[in-house]
């Protein structure tokens, strides 16, 4: 019994996971380079255990088609029709990988038996069974699963949240022992920044769980948030890396040592979140509770949240949720106004939460001041604060967002060292 389990444990240290994102597999010519990567791994003897993204833009566009149809679409037929995007790219990719002389096989979530919890459009893996992908690999074949994909209990296709094949990939990493989960993407890697935004961003060689987790769920959308938290707590090591070249990316990882040292490890902006204000709500135990109740009840995730100080035994309260929540919450609040009393709400779509993240903060101090003046020397008005152990937040205008992400980026040193000019002229 122990040989056979001893063997079985070789075997799988062999697995390894790729996730290609959307923009790796946008067309034909990209789907056909994807497929000679993931050809040269199988050729190397790996067991490869693909996700893949729907082609680039497919998500968006199903989701425009849907709002054409329907402003308040049923959330089920939503993840119908969303998971339909990834059934079209695996499915090309095998027959990439076929065209190549590799034995590849597709498979939906469902077949392979990702099975979630039932929240439709943002369901939690809770089991993933690993039979059929592993009679696979033995026999040699590349397994190439749909991502951001699973089926409930009752047998209902859901989808697992924007970005979600990364959950897709670190889950079948850790249920697989895979020796590394790659995630393969438009930028070599985790940068300082939006390295689109920011031309001197420096792309970071590693980053921990937990600043990765921040800045992921503060707008970095290289890597969806959940996917993280997930990473993190089963320590599956993350390597994000650029899928048409070879150079090393960034290795998520656990905390080491040498990060404390640095203050900041990244900056970034969140421009998909609006800002609520419900205006004159009596100022007396119970009314928070009540309007937060109600917005949890309609599971919409409220993220900052300030109340005014009341001189006149009534308050304002304000609070951010995501744009695409903002329909349902501007529901929740006319129901909670008419029950508690309040006079009415505000309304605000331009705003963006800029955030500076690092594991440093937690021993260092002066990092708020820092951040609120190198806005305030761009003339940036903050509208909210927040703050953890190791981000602050503010919510401004959204269009000073861009601005603001330069100048936090400048403020704490986190560019590419440019060469000194006489340097410049020595290598010239
Ligand atoms: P994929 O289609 O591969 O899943 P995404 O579009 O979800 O790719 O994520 C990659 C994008 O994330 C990049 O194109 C980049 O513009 C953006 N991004 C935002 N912040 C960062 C950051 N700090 N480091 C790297 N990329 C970032
Ligand atoms: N296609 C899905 C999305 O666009 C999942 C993903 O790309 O990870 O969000
Ligand atoms: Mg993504």
Known sequence: MQGIRDREQETMKDIIVQKYGGTSVGDVDKIKKVARRVASYSRKGYKVVVVVSALGGTTDELIKLADQINKNPSEREMDMLLSTGEQVSVSLLAMALHKLGVDAISFTGAQVGIRTDSSHTKARIVDIGTSRIKEKLKKGSVVIVAGFQGVSGDQEITTLGRGGSDMTAVALAKVLKARECEIYTDVKGVYTADPRLVKNARKLESISYEEMLELASLGAQVMQARSIEVAGKYNVPIHVRASFCKEKGTMISKEVRSMEDVLVRGVTANKKEAKVTVCDVPDKPGEASKLFERLAEARINVDMIIQNISRTRKTDISFTVPTSDLAKTQEVVRKVNKEIGAKGAKYDRDIAKISVVGIGMRSHSGVAAK??????????????????????????????????????????????????RKKRAVRS
């Open 371 to 420: 951040m609120f003046k190198a806005l305030a020397a761009r003339k940036i008005n903050i509208e909210m604060i927040s703050t953890s152990e190791i981000k602050i937040s503010c919510v401004i205008h959204r269009t000073d967002a861009d601005k603001a992400i330069k100048a936090l980026h400048d403020s704490f040193g986190l560019g590419k060292k440019t060469l000194s």
